[in-house]
C-alpha cells in the first residue's frame, strides 16, 4: 500500500472562546460519529491556552486532538506571560501552531524564532503546524513561490531533527477576508511545497501533511482539498461553530482514499 500524508483539519480558535465553548468542542465529538471514514484523519483543535487542559480531556474522549497557538523558544524561566512548550504538551495537546501569520504580524516573529519554537515543540513531543504563506502584494509582484520557499529554509527545523512536523500554507490575504486563491493557484503552490520538503527530508517529505489555510468552508472545502498535495485544512472562523467544522471535516473524509 502506498502511504499518503496524513489528512488533518485543524481549527485555529485564536483569541476566541470561554470556558461555555467547551460545549462546541463536545458537539463536535458527538457529530464525527456520523461522519464516514473519520477516523482515517486526524481532527485537532487549537484553542486559546486557557482552555487546553479541559479541551483535551473533552478531545481525546471523543478520539480528536488538541492544540495550542504558540510556545516560547526556551524550555522554561523568567518569561513572564509566555507558555513553554512542555506546558502546552503538559495541558494535553498534541500539536502547536507556530508561526501564523498574525503572530508574525502582531509580535514580529522571524523564521529564525519560529524555527527555535518547532525545535522545543518536537522535543517536547508536539507536532509544530509551522505556517507560511504570502501577502496580497507579494502575491500580485509574482513573489509568492520565493517567499514561501525563504519563509520554509528559515522556518522548519533541520531534517535530523524530525520530518514529523505538518506545514500549513496561509495565504494572508486569503485569511478572514472570504477570499481564496484559485484552485490552480494553490495547486501550483502546493506542489512547490512538496518539492521542498522531499527535497529537505528525503522521502520522508512525501508523508508530511501541507494543510491549506485562508476562508475555508464546507462550501469550498470540497474543491480546495480535493487538490493534489493539499492533506488537509487549517481553519479560523469556520472553526468556531460545529456545524460548520463538521462540514468540513465530512468534505475531508470523502477525498481519503483507503
Ligand atoms: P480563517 O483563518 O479560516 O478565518 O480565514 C485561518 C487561519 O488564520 O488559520
Not at 469550498?220 to 460548520?244: E, R, Y
Amino acid at each position: 500500500m502506498t502511504r499518503h500524508a496524513q489528512m488533518v483539519i485543524a481549527g485555529n480558535w485564536k483569541m476566541n472562546g470561554t470556558q461555555a465553548s467547551l460545549q462546541e468542542l463536545e458537539r463536535m465529538g458527538e457529530g464525527r460519529k456520523s461522519i464516514t471514514g473519520v477516523n482515517n484523519l486526524k481532527m485537532v483543535i487549537c484553542v486559546p491556552t486557557t482552555l487546553l487542559a479541559n479541551a483535551s480531556d473533552i478531545a481525546v474522549r471523543a478520539g480528536m486532538h488538541t492544540g495550542g497557538q504558540d510556545c516560547h523558544p526556551a524550555e522554561a524561566g523568567a518569561h513572564t506571560g509566555d507558555i513553554s512548550a512542555i506546558m502546552v504538551k503538559d495541558s494535553g495537546a498534541a500539536y502547536v501552531i507556530l508561526g501564523h501569520s498574525e503572530r508574525r504580524a502582531d509580535h514580529h516573529e522571524t523564521d529564525g524564532l519560529v524555527r527555535s519554537k518547532a525545535e522545543v515543540a518536537i522535543a517536547a513531543g508536539l507536532i509544530p503546524i509551522i505556517c507560511v504563506g504570502e501577502t496580497l502584494a507579494e502575491r500580485k509582484n509574482g513573489l509568492a513561490e520565493t517567499v514561501v520557499e525563504h519563509q520554509l529554509i528559515g522556518s522548519v527545523p533541520d531534517a535530523e531533527l524530525s520530518a514529523n512536523v505538518v506545514i500549513a500554507y496561509e495565504p494572508v490575504w486569503a485569511i478572514g477576508t472570504g477570499e481564496i486563491p484559485s484552485i490552480s493557484d494553490i495547486k501550483e503552490i502546493h506542489g512547490s511545497i512538496r518539492a521542498w520538503l522531499v527535497q529537505h527530508f528525503g522521502d520522508a517529505g512525501h508523508l508530511v501533511s501541507i494543510l491549506y489555510g485562508g476562508s475555508m468552508k464546507p462550501s469550498n472545502a470540497a474543491d480546495i482539498l480535493a487538490v493534489q498535495d493539499v492533506n488537509g485544512g487549517l481553519i479560523g472562523g469556520a472553526s468556531l461553530k460545529s456545524g460548520d467544522f463538521l462540514g468540513i471535516v465530512s468534505a475531508a473524509a470523502e477525498q481519503i482514499e483507503v
